[in-house]
Every structure is written in C-alpha cells, then in structure tokens.
C-alpha cells in the first residue's frame, strides 16, 4: 500500500507556481521521497527526490518538512504541458532495487 | 541516446489467449522492471530483473512472467488472458547499481486489450 497521501486534484493558473502537497507520516529515517508525473499516454516521468533537505533541479523544488512527515512538490512557473497526474513516492535507498508503490497522486490541472 | 523502447504498442488479444510484451532499456541500463496501469488499480509493479535474475516480483499471480536476456532486453509474458488483463503495461530502466536507485525511465508502455 502507497504510504502517502495526496489531494485528488488541483488546478493553478499559468504562470504561477504550483504547490503540491504530500503527506507521510509514517516515513522512515531512511525513506525518500520521491516525485514522479504521468502526463496522459505517456510513462511516468522522474521529477525530483530528497531525504530531508529541501532539494531543487530544472524542473522543481522539494521542500520537505523538518519532521519529515509531509513535503511539497514547487513547480515555478507552471505552463500547460505540466498539466499531469503527480505521484509521490517514499521509498528506502536500497541498492538496485526499482520497486515503486504509486497511490492515486495529484490530477494537477493548468488553466490559461 | 535512446529511451526506453517497448513493442508493441497497442495490441488485442481474446481471452485465453497468450501475449508477449518487449521492452529494450536505455543502452547502459542493466536493470528493468515491469509495472500494470489500469484505472481500477493503478499503477502497480510486477517484477524486477538485473543481469537476467529477477530481483524483486509483485503480487500478481503466476500467469504473469518474465525473463531478461544478456543485452538487457526483457520480455514479459501473459497467459490464459483474462479482461482483467487489459491494461497498460509499463517497463522502466535504470541503471540498477549505485546511488538515486529510484530514479527510473519508464517506455510509453504496450497498451492491452483482452476481448
């Protein structure tokens, strides 16, 4: 079972940013968290993770609570190709392994 | 440098029948996984291979398999489909050593069809 949660949906304005919330209040020391998005028809898409120090790459920012117990997904400016669903993930470092456990995510909608 | 390639991409098949699904990972990647899209479920693994040795298998019963060759291409198999079956079958390929582990490349996926 996905040990996150997450609002089904959401909807900002282009050109704004976008804050997506997750909650994990069972995580583990140590537990990532990661963020992935499903545009429509397409494969999920790698965005950004973090242990506990806020993290930022081109695509977003990750700010994660000092108790580790939920984070937020920033997307600066969004426009309309971020429109997608967005999963967040915790999972443990461990080597090799590629096991993802996906929950329902975020349908994340921009308007122009 | 090439993604993750997945053929085919849309097939039907009716039930009972058998289906084998191909996936040929980004050139480097010796890990691959399989995961089922479907709207009831979502997104949900199957198994896991590195250097031909699945690693990792999902809760999926036994008509579903897989294998992966010395190249790193996997191939997973169906049999006796059910409408169940009918989904979105995605593979995805990472490097499979080292650290981000979790960062995976998925293909456009295969979408199933069982009639």
């Known amino acids: 079972d996905a040990k996150t949660t997450q609002p089904p949906s959401m909807d900002c304005a282009e050109g704004r940013a976008a804050n997506l919330p997750c909650n994990h209040s069972?995580?583990?020391?140590?537990?990532?968290v990661y963020w992935y998005r499903q545009i429509h028809s397409q494969g999920p898409q790698y965005i950004i993770h973090g242990l506990k120090n806020n993290e930022t790459n081109e695509m977003a920012s990750l700010i994660i609570t000092e108790d580790r117990k939920s984070s937020t997904l920033i997307l600066p400016h969004a426009t309309l190709r971020d429109t997608a669903v967005y999963y967040c993930i915790v999972r443990p470092e461990i080597q090799g392994a590629q096991k993802l456990v996906f929950g329902q995510g975020t349908r994340l909608t921009i308007n122009p | 440098k090439a993604g993750v390639t997945q053929t085919p991409r849309y097939l039907i098949k009716t039930r009972g029948q058998q289906v084998t699904l191909s996936c040929s990972p980004i050139s480097g990647h010796r890990s691959v996984s399989w995961y089922q899209q479907t709207p009831g479920q979502g997104l949900q693994f199957l198994f896991e291979y590195f250097s031909e040795t699945q690693r990792n298998k999902g809760n999926f019963p036994g008509r579903f398999s897989g294998r992966q060759f010395s190249n790193s291409r996997s191939e997973m198999n169906v049999s006796t489909l059910e409408l169940g079956d009918s989904a979105l079958y995605l593979c995805?390929?990472?490097?499979?050593?080292?650290?981000?582990?979790?960062?995976?490349?998925f293909g456009e996926g295969s979408r199933l069809t069982v009639l």
């Open positions: 069972t995580i583990s020391g140590n537990e990532y």
């Open positions: 995805a390929s990472s490097l499979g050593a080292g650290s981000n582990t979790g960062e995976l490349f």
